[in-house]
T-cell receptor
């Protein structure tokens, strides 16, 4: 069963526009949630994580995400897109165990147009 | 710092051949994992290890073997390659705690003809 669902496999925005990448999780208990970014021909790197502390999480490169339990969502946002933000973004969740059991969504490819 | 190192970066195999993808980390991480990445499928866990001598299956383990004789190394073996194993393979490591960051290698692109 899919534990995280990313809505939209491709998102295209103009430089300077708001970036919104959607992630919903399926869990009856509060999960640990992550966003990873993959630049072309590279491995993944951590953007930010939610671990049941503050519901609004700030990450690197101006990204942030808000955990909303009522909506089972963890959407990623950035107020103003930059060309360098073009990459693939993955939402991931740990339901049980440790980080060896990270379950990834299918990814959203972000294109930033000049 | 080297971090997580994967070799080879590219490999072409014929159906039925075997090979080993190497993964080494120098961060003294206990946990190591192998993922495969396919278009539109995200990353899927193949095998993982929570320490030397301990391995377990992930979501898509068929056709792959692993072993963990040292903390540093976690090789992935393809026993008899099939075209369905054409993919990009990523090794990752972490301290294993629930809020821990996974550190990824740069990937190994495998094509099976």
């Amino acid at each position: 069963a899919q534990s995280v669902t990313q809505l939209g496999s491709h998102v295209s925005v103009s430089e300077g526009a708001l970036v919104l990448l959607r992630c919903n999780y399926s869990s009856s208990v509060p999960p640990y949630l992550f966003w990873y970014v993959q630049y072309p021909n590279q491995g993944l790197q951590l953007l930010l994580k939610y671990t049941s502390a503050a519901t609004l999480v700030k990450g690197i490169n101006g990204f942030e995400a808000e955990f909303k339990k009522s909506e089972t969502s963890f959407h990623l946002t950035k107020p103003s897109a930059h060309m360098s933000d073009a990459a693939e973004y993955f939402c991931a969740v740990i339901l049980q165990g440790g980080s060896e059991k990270l379950v990834f969504g299918k990814g959203t490819k972000l294109t930033v147009n000049p | 710092n080297a971090g997580v190192t994967q070799t080879p970066k590219f490999q072409v195999l014929k159906t039925g051949q075997s090979m080993t993808l190497q993964c080494a980390q120098d961060m003294n991480h206990e946990y190591m994992s192998w993922y495969r990445q396919d278009p539109g499928m995200g990353l899927r866990l193949i095998h993982y290890s929570v320490g030397a001598g301990i391995t377990d299956q992930g979501e898509v383990p068929n056709g792959y073997n692993v072993s963990r004789s040292t903390t540093e190394d976690f090789p992935l073996r393809l026993l008899s390659a099939a075209p369905s194993q054409t993919s990009v393979y990523f090794c990752a490591s972490s301290y294993g705690d629930r809020d821990g960051e996974l550190f990824f290698g740069e990937g190994s692109r495998l094509t099976v003809l």
